[in-house]
């Protein structure tokens, strides 16, 4: 893994008026692996960029970094848990721009010497690679044409893959051999590949998922500040739909005081929108991720509706702010979250969601030829 210089693929941003440049992080807090950690506040790194723009000297701002990843495999088998129901991922991406607030993956960031905080959402991993690893690996006799999740860590839709392209470059291998596969994303930057998603759809190879949080715009701007729109999402829905290209929604992660109430209102619109399936899942905090989240929580919302976030996060947490159990991380327990799961049984059955939805199939998979050279068999 080296360093790259921007050229291409980076943009500068400009500074807006709060902290850490239109970023959700607000904090950059020291890794958790490190002994010596070095805490840095969002509004900070705004204060320097200002001085240098108020100066005779050079300006300058904080940038996207990009590290090329020169992995040598590229799926990745994941241990199968009680809410983890994939056996393969493969992840074009590490860290993400979309820069969500409340999102699991931030803790990854820190086994590659990074933090979970802005550096999460400005020193991304990428791997050009990955589409000729991915050929190699599907052509190979030991694979199995299981589902892969593209990807499950972070989002494949980011800004960057404007640029890299690397998530279409895997999808053409993939639609060319009839590999399932589905994705999750927030972003209507999907529909540039539609022609892929429907090709894969036709073999019923292919499902898109779409996350959606809230349906209020100014709220879902703080908490995924680059990724797109309520309104954009429920578009990208409709124009997937239209295309055949089966859709889920996933109403994550359920914020409780925050988001909980909106949920009847997100099932009816997804619903009218053309999504099959619906399925939801709590607020998830862990490590560091409970003072990134505070920190925004404080910064973003009124103190008296801050407070009582935290109070409904840890009454469906058993009193603290997360549960690692892999039964409950992503339910949570206690009252609230029962009201939650029977809101949503209601809904989903009153707008007709989760309607039967025929597994993938690995019917048209034929392995992929490498330099020309076909399988003997």
């Known amino acids: 893994m ?4 921007e050229g291409d693929f980076s ?8 902290p850490a440049h239109r970023r959700a992080a607000g904090i950059n807090p020291g890794n958790r692996f490190e002994t010596v950690r070095l805490h840095v506040l969002g509004e900070e790194l705004d ?3 200002v001085e240098r ?5 050079p300006t300058g701002r ?3 970094q990009v590290f090329l990843d020169r ?3 590229i799926i990745n088998r994941v241990s199968k848990t009680a809410d983890v129901p994939f056996d393969w991922t493969l992840n074009p991406y590490r860290g993400c721009e979309h820069g969500c607030i409340y999102c699991f993956a931030r803790p990854y960031h820190e086994y590659l010497g990074f933090n979970c905080g802005l550096d999460f959402e400005t020193k991304l991993l990428a791997k050009p690679v990955e589409a000729a690893l991915l050929k190699r690996e599907l052509s190979s006799p030991s694979w199995n044409p299981e589902p892969i999740v593209l990807s499950a860590i972070t989002d494949i839709y980011q800004p960057i893959e404007h640029k890299m392209r690397i998530a279409r470059a895997c999808l053409e291998v993939m639609a060319d051999c009839g590999q399932p596969v589905t994705t999750m994303t927030k972003s209507a930057l999907v529909l540039r590949d539609v022609d892929l ?15 959606l949080v809230t349906l209020d715009a100014e709220l879902a701007q703080k908490l995924e500040p680059r990724a797109s729109s309520p309104a954009g999402r429920l578009r990208t829905i409709r124009e997937l739909t239209a295309a055949g290209i089966p859709v889920t929604v ?3 992660p359920i914020i409780p005081g925050l988001t909980d109430t909106e949920l009847p209102q997100i099932l009816q619109a997804v619903a009218e929108a053309g999504a099959l399936r619906a399925a939801w899942v709590l607020l998830r905090l862990p490590y560091q991720l409970k003072d990134l989240f505070l920190d925004w929580l404080a910064r973003s919302v009124h103190p008296d509706r801050a407070r009582k976030v935290e109070s409904l996060i840890r009454q469906a947490r058993g009193g603290k702010l997360y549960e690692a159990s892999y039964e409950s991380r992503g339910r949570g327990r206690g009252p609230l979250v029962d009201q939650i799961a029977q809101s949503f049984d209601v809904f989903t059955r009153k707008y007709g969601l989760n309607r039967d939805i025929r597994p993938l199939s690995t019917a048209h998979f034929r392995r992929p030829e490498l330099n020309g050279q076909m399988a003997l068999f």
């Open 2 to 5: 080296f360093g790259v210089d």
């Open 11 to 18: 943009f500068r941003d400009a500074l807006p008026n709060g």
């Open 47 to 49: 204060r320097q960029w």
């Open 53 to 57: 723009e108020n100066s005779d000297g």
């Open 62 to 64: 904080v940038e996207r």
């Open 71 to 73: 992995t040598q495999t």
């Open 197 to 211: 998603w429907s090709r894969l759809a036709k073999m019923n190879a292919g499902r898109v998922t779409i996350t």
């Open 250 to 252: 996933n109403v994550a």
